[in-house]
């Protein structure tokens, strides 16, 4: 097969992976209704068509935080990276520095922040979840900074998990899941010996690091449940910013109170999303949310955006659409499952050319440039 865009990754990525890993990846919660919109409300989104406008000068550039990018793009944190490719974090963060961009490592990761800011020389980003285990976040923070983690990203909509039930079908968890993923391993060799058996340990790296001890995937599910905080408000956050003197963005905004409460809170950037459909099924698009967040609080936050970008067409909607920068969750995890860090660069270079074209047939020389008149809008 030729590869040549997210779909083709996607299906690779279902051939090479077990069934529960894929579906992991792959589903949203309850009947997936966001997961769904998030994809076609962006890609309802028309652009508006500029020509004859000298477009040889054009950069990609944009700056956050003072960090160059080389085009408006982050890869999102997403769990058990290390279960889709061998030491998956390493992989993905390598693929990032290579294009230009920065990797964001889960909490939930399976490779430790130590095994992965090695071997980059580009800062890595870290996510971190509201957890009642106060002494693990502060942990995990005083690692992250002693490894040179630049950038923050507080993860505030998973103060309990969505309930996906394609889960519960797959094999990641319901009755004899432990026994189902060793059959599905079976029947994938190719994973089974790349990742199986020569990508161990498979351990939530960050945690184990913590503990002492061993956390294994079959631990994960529990182990989240178990220390999900529903007790969290503003108030608590206080002392992740006195904690944490880098830049600090939080990660699961929807709302337009919440969005104007980030910034009185002094955050340096937030994160509309919708954790990519996997939490509460019925919440608007992140395409819908963006340009109501947008109107409140663009200028006085920076803005990123992910849940449902597909393409480097997508990159450009979403920036049309209010905001300063997107993060990718499933696309590149699909290209990384497929084929490792060649498959991320791959898949990063073919969005960046489709930024590119976007922008020459938009008429925007640079990505400031790209705004709500990129819009087309029907008479
Ligand atoms: C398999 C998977 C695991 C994820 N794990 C995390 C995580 O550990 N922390 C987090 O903040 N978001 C996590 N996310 C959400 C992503 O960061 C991102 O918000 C989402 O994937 C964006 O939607 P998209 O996949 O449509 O691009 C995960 C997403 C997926 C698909």
Redesign the pocket.
Known sequence: MVISATTDYRAAAQAKLPPFLFH????GSYTETT?KN??SDLQDIALKQKVLNDMSELSLEHDVFGEKLSMPVVL??????GM?ARRGEVQAAKAAEKMGIPF?M????VCPIEEVTPAIKRPMWF?L?VLKDREFMKNVLERAKAAGVTTL?F?V??PTPGARYRDMHSGMSGPYAEFRRVMQAVAHPSWAMDVGLLGKPHDLGNISAYRNKTTKLGDYIGWLGDNFDTSISWQDLEWIREFWDGPLII??ILDVEDAKDAVRFGADGI?V??????QLDGVMS?AKALPLIADAVKGDIKLFV?????SGLDVVRMLALGADCT???????YALAARGQQGVEHLLSLYQNEIRVAMTLTGAKSIGEIGNHSIARAM
């Open positions: 992991y990846i792959d589903g997961l998030n994809v999102s944190p997403v769990g058990l990276t889709y964001t889960s909490t939930v990761s996510q979840y990203v993860t909509d998973m990660k699961g994160v999303s919708n954790h990519g459909g996997r992140s992910d849940s449902g970008i597909r993060m990718l969750g499933r696309s590149y995890i």
